[in-house]
């Protein structure tokens, strides 16, 4: 109970901090809003209208209170460039890309597992080694378009663009593949697997690679540890030592690791989803840099600010899970 | 070979629960193959207890590991010979049948308590997975090794328990099995001396109904109050068989009566260096054909180096002795017997250092809210002072705030209450427990060793010179100045340590344990440098320790230390004919004595 207190004052901590920074750069960015909504030959009346409507002739200091006013009532704003409020904008966006992190979240965890594994199996092989740093040395533009062009280009196995090939399916959640199931329309579910299958495995890449290293390290430490021949010494069964005894022990580094490539998969979030015209929040984010839309990007950080605190949490708890000692 | 099991126990009926046949193992250590085991042939009773001795690298820790086939897979075991456990063959079988021996037959309790032990598992599950048994059961074990309220201790994790609680646990996890077999390699060494002697006992008791016992240890005398017969290892090979009573009054061979010569204890005289094995000397020989311990033996022979002896019967005692001369050994003259003593008393006028009513507490349990945490004292007002030249042992069980005082007096931690005066423009230089893991890695014994002449001169050639010194000083060969730590033994890495002390002379050296992971003739070696620098140096020392007999040996004055108090503090003579408060009698007694007569 402590520690979900401590956790939601550290994330309101957390927020503000952000929103702050976020709004600063406001003053900093050498872009004009009002041009970008107006146009460049919108006549003065207009532009001084406009900037009335948004307020950006008071001080900062008004500017920062007002906006912290409408974010405690959920009102992030109004988009310079949809001219929709932004919350509307990122709940709309939202699903599309919580469906893509979690697919690629789930896919790196199932990654680095087999990388661990290939590791441990192959241990100091060269081709095994060529291949990590190969893939971990790969920038993620270049691999999303790799996989762009030789899936989906080249062989056509993948589409390679977009969230589904069927127009005008809407479901309940948002999610194209629990929606698909829920509406009896198991092909949509396959469709979108299909959709969803290249952009996540850009996504996973690294997050695999990392944490299988890091998983693979922690193993080998754990594994020459004098309990881990006391469980041999047991007559245990190896699948046995390696789980029971192996891996909750290694889970600590690992788990670490898998939250710091979570937060970085935020940002890969805008390249992939720009790469694979994924219609989600990073590539709303990447339309609103484009037109120095202020509240969309300043929305678009919070929300992935919240994200990040969630993942956070989960992996912290899961690491008290995996070591009874840790406190939370 | 001739048989070589001297069977002083068994009956012509019982069949050994452990035949071992000409076992020779070879590991391969950073890409060189090494011996570790060599021709290894011995035979095991129901209801024995054979102790296996000799120094650290003798192997006996290799047999234990060979028998339960776990030796370390990356070091690319190569066993040959024969192992038949309860009529198993285990030498070449596979896996299947390895793990079907460890799981029913033979079991191991590890030399260190604290690390043997699953810390993300309740004791109650690792027990569960030790032979499948009901809580019940597990319960009834717990309280048979007399651990207090054994469903609480059942639902702990590790980290909850003592040394002494952990290893009672891994005893219990062990028995439980009801092996055929049971390993024990060292299983005393990491707890403190009081709870020491509680294991051997529990040991003796529990596994005596039809379990045979391998009681590794570099102790003779922990062997003599346990063991029926001792195989005495050295270099991998058998030297010596026989009834332990037998050996440890007549041993036949010069390197058991060496071992046996460089044991100390209360009765040991502390007015003298003590008496340890023979070095290394001359140049190494072909270990294929001659004897292993030839080039250290004081009896050695030109023949010594020519043949290789088996074991064969000796005069001595009923056992058998791979020596060619063994019928010299009661001649051998107790090594260091004629040693000059140690110059008069030392102790000047003058303090070194004078801690003043210290006080230091530690953070413990789990935070609160705000990331406060509850303070446990660990040091309550402590006034100690050392005078010049003198050496003072702080004794006292794991917990007591020893090394705690040791680092407020070396000036690493700040007392939060007190005051410490120092009377010296240096600070103390501090020898620490484990020798290896005070040496930087990738540095050179020179470069780490003359890093504290860089304050003085820029001149290399100086400090190479003074360096070279400073190894003379420690016993060590100036050539070892280019090796790194790893090419060194832990003996000559202790010494290098020292040679870092004393380099810059301070008025104060700090030692902490350093002989606690010691075995017994390396202990030695190790005191009598220590007594032989801070005499001609006009050092004097704190020595923490929690072994008495070699406080009693190295120090002026004996402070005994409990619950982070002083109880008690007097010269080592009167501290043990009349110590003062009964925690110093239980130490007093807790100290292991060579008596053959105890035991059967």
Partial sequence: MTYLIKRVAGAVVVLLVMSFIVFCLQSII?????????????????????????GIDDPTVVQYGRFLQRLVHGDLGISVRTRRPVAADIWQYLPATLELALVSIVLGAALSGVMALLQFRFMGSTGIRLAIIGIGSTPIFLSALLLAYFFWFRLGWLPGAGRLGFSGFTGPTGFNLIDGILTGRPDVSVDALKHIFLPALALALPIGVAVGRSLNGALHDVLSQA?????????????????HHGLRNAASAPLSMFSLQVRLLFGGLLVVERVFGWPGLGLYAVQAFASADLPAVLGVAMVFGILYIMVNTLVEISQSLADPRIDL | MTTLSHRTFETATTKPVLAIKDLSVTLSREGRRSRVLDGISFDLFPGEIVALVGESGSGKTSIGLTIQGLLPRESQPHVTGS????????????????????????????????????????????????????????????????????????????????????????????????????????????????????????LRDHAREHTAILFV???????????????????????????????????????????????????????????????????????????????????AQPDCTAIRPALLPVSSHRGTAACLHSEQTPFLAKPGAFSKPWPAKMTQEGTVLKLSNVGKSYPTGARSFWGFRRLKPVLK??????????????????????????????????PESGKVSRFDDLLPQVVFQDPISALTPWLSI????????????????????????????????????????SELSVGQCQRAVVARGVIVR????????????????????????????????????????????????????????????????????????????????????????????QGR
């Fill in chain 2, 83 to 202: 192992i038949l456990l309860t009529g198993i063959e285990l030498v070449g079988a596979g896996a299947h049948t390895l793990r079907h021996a460890r799981r029913h037959v033979v079991r191991a309790i590890s030399q260190d308590p604290m690390s043997a032990l699953n810390p993300t598992m309740t004791i109650r599950r690792q027990m569960r997975e030790s032979n499948g048994a009901s809580n019940a059961s597990i319960a009834d074990w717990l309280s048979r090794t007399g651990l207090p309220d054994p469903d609480r201790i059942a639902d702990s994790l590790p980290h909850r328990l003592s040394g002494g609680q952990r290893q009672r646990v891994l005893i219990a996890m062990a028995m439980m099995a009801k092996p055929k077999l049971l390993i024990a390699d060292e299983p005393n060494t990491a707890l403190d001396v009081t709870t020491q002697q509680q294991i051997l006992d529990l």
């Fill in chain 2, 217 to 299: 240890t570099h102790d003779l005398a922990v062997a003599a109050s346990l063991a029926d017969r001792v195989l005495v290892l050295y270099a991998g090979r058998i030297v010596e068989i026989g009834h332990i009573r037998d050996v440890v009054r007549n041993p036949a061979h010069p390197y058991s009566a060496g071992l046996l010569a460089a044991r100390f204890d209360f009765n040991s005289d502390r007015l003298r260096p003590l008496p340890t094995l023979p070095p290394e000397r001359g140049h190494s020989v072909n270990i294929e054909s001659a004897c292993a311990y030839a080039t250290r033996c004081p009896l």
């Fill in chain 1, 30 to 54: 050498p872009a004009d809003p009002v041009r970008a909504v107006a146009g460049p030959s919108a006549p003065p009346e207009t532009v001084e209208a406009i900037r009335e409507q948004l």
């Fill in chain 2, 446 to 485: 020179g470069e780490q060793i003359g890093e504290r002449l860089r304050a003085l001169s820029r001149d290399s050639d100086y400090r190479r010179r003074r360096v070279g010194e400073a190894l003379n000083l420690v016993g060590l060969d100036p050539v070892l100045m280019d090796a790194l730590p």
């Fill in chain 2, 381 to 414: 007002s402590v006034s100690l002072s050392i005078k010049s030249g003198e050496c003072v042992a702080l004794v006292g069980e794991s917990g007591a705030g020893k090394s705690t005082l040791l680092r407020i007096a070396a000036g690493l931690l700040a």
């Fill in chain 2, 506 to 597: 301070p008025k104060l050296l700090l030692c902490d344990e350093p002989i606690s992971a010691m075995d017994v003739s390396l202990a030695a070696t190790t005191l009598n440098l220590l007594g032989d620098l801070r005499r001609r140096l006009g050092m004097a020392m704190l020595f923490v320790t929690h072994d008495l007999a070699a406080a009693r040996i190295i120090a002026d004055r004996i402070a005994v230390l409990k619950d982070g108090e002083l109880v008690e503090v007097a010269d080592p003579d009167t501290l043990l004919a009349a110590p003062q408060t009964a925690y110093t009698r239980s130490l007093i007694a807790a100290v292991p004595a060579l008596d053959t007569r």
């Fill in chain 1, 227 to 243: 309990y881990v021949r006391t469980a041999r010494g047991k007559g245990l069964s190896e699948t046995s030592v390696l789980l």
